[in-house]
């Protein structure tokens, strides 16, 4: 995938939690375009293994002079957002994948409505750039538990279209009051908890929105779990994957070359063929059906494990 190195350019706490970064090429030059929804890679060095992390980007889609993500720090993660929080600072040098959209918006909707809860926030705000441009007629709605943990607050302008739903304020989001009276042909998008988007798929089903108008994100990060082992049939050779690395990223250091975009469990990329599975995966995916998980014959290494005796990857 093509990447750049890239300047960190400004490091501003949002929230005791959400760190906003900024990008720039370090000779000044124009960096690729991108539309609203669009995400990068960010690599991170990490203590000798190299952590590669999606996120989403929040500037203005058409603006070239830098690029924008907002970092949740998570210390029962991995180490990817603690790294950003702990070792970046202005003027480092990180490498940086052109921005991929796997949650663009669908320009063909008469209307397009946004839910965010939490970070989710976060690809809507370059959306939201793009629909203002185009004059599209839209509306936000905005959850988190507190405002002060409500970094969006920070990001986002102040419309009549936009409302915020503050938990700790008696404000809960209601998506079934979202989504009823709403003209046909919109299109809804959610990004955040899986609670969250599955309460909006569930108030759509209920009101009989069809299935191509709803688009939802929840990229993962890699969960840690128990250390396990996994065998490459075509070179028989045998790798461990450590309690806190990713099966994807276990093979890139044995240098197995697998194609990838999020590296978050969602645009399907490094799917991988299981020969041989006396075990259990652990699928934490949102790219494989139920019946794909329950034969236990495909992996996507990006975000799932495994715990059992054997494990051979068609690699």
């Known amino acids: 995938m093509t990447?750049?190195?890239?300047?960190?350019?400004?490091?501003?706490?949002?929230?005791?939690?959400?760190?906003?970064?900024?990008?720039?090429?370090?000779?000044?030059?124009?960096?690729?375009?991108?539309?609203?929804?669009?995400h990068v890679v960010v690599e991170m060095p990490d203590e000798g293994t190299l952590r590669r992390n999606a996120y989403s980007l929040?500037?203005?889609?058409?603006?070239?002079?830098?690029?924008?993500?907002?970092?949740?720090?998570?210390?029962?993660g991995r180490g990817g957002s603690r790294y950003m929080h702990s070792h970046v600072a202005v003027g480092d040098m990180l490498r940086v994948t052109a921005p991929v959209n796997l949650f663009g918006l669908d320009l063909r909707a008469r209307r397009h409505v946004l839910i965010a809860g939490g970070i989710g926030i976060t690809p809507m705000l370059s959306q939201l750039r793009q629909l203002d441009r185009l004059q599209l007629p839209y509306e936000l709605h905005y959850a988190a538990r507190s405002r002060s943990e409500a970094?969006?607050?920070?990001?986002?302008?102040?419309?009549?279209?936009?409302?915020?739903?503050?938990?700790?304020?008696?404000?809960?989001?209601?998506?079934?009051?979202?989504?009823?009276?709403?003209?046909?042909?919109t299109h809804v998008y959610t990004c955040g908890p899986e609670g969250l988007i599955a309460a909006v798929e569930d108030a759509a089903g209920r009101l009989g929105w069809p299935g191509g108008a709803l688009h939802s994100e929840a990229f993962l990060a890699p969960p840690p779990g128990k250390p396990f082992?996994?065998?490459?049939?075509?070179?028989?050779?045998?790798?461990?994957?450590?309690?806190?690395?990713?099966?994807l990223e276990a093979l890139e250091?044995?240098?197995?070359?697998?194609?990838?975009?999020?590296?978050?469990g969602a645009c399907g990329q490094c799917e991988s063929a299981v020969l041989s599975c006396k075990g259990r995966i652990e699928?934490?995916?949102?790219?494989?059906?139920?019946?794909?998980?329950?034969?236990?014959?495909?992996?996507?290494?990006?975000v799932s494990r495994f715990q059992g005796e054997e494990l051979i990857l068609e690699r």
């Not at 279209?161 to 304020?169: F, L, M």
């Not at 250091?253 to 978050?264: E, L, N, Q």
Request: glycine share 10%; aromatic share 4%.
């Open 151 to 185: 970094a969006g607050l920070k990001l986002l302008p102040e419309a009549p279209q936009i409302h915020v739903h503050i938990s700790e304020e008696g404000n809960r989001m209601d998506p079934g009051a979202i989504l009823s009276g709403q003209p046909l042909g």
């Open 283 to 302: 699928h934490n995916d949102h790219w494989l059906s139920d019946d794909d998980r329950a034969a236990q014959a495909k992996i996507m290494p990006c």
């Open 253 to 264: 250091a044995a240098g197995v070359k697998i194609p990838w975009s999020c590296r978050g």
């Open 3 to 38: 990447s750049l190195m890239l300047r960190v350019t400004e490091v501003a706490p949002l929230t005791p939690l959400v760190t906003r970064f900024r990008f720039e090429h370090p000779e000044g030059a124009a960096l690729p375009l991108f539309s609203g929804g669009a």
């Open 229 to 247: 082992d996994v065998t490459l049939a075509r070179s028989g050779v045998t790798i461990t994957v450590g309690a806190h690395q990713s099966l």
């Open 58 to 76: 929040i500037s203005d889609p058409l603006d070239g002079s830098g690029y924008e993500i907002a970092v949740r720090r998570e210390d029962g």
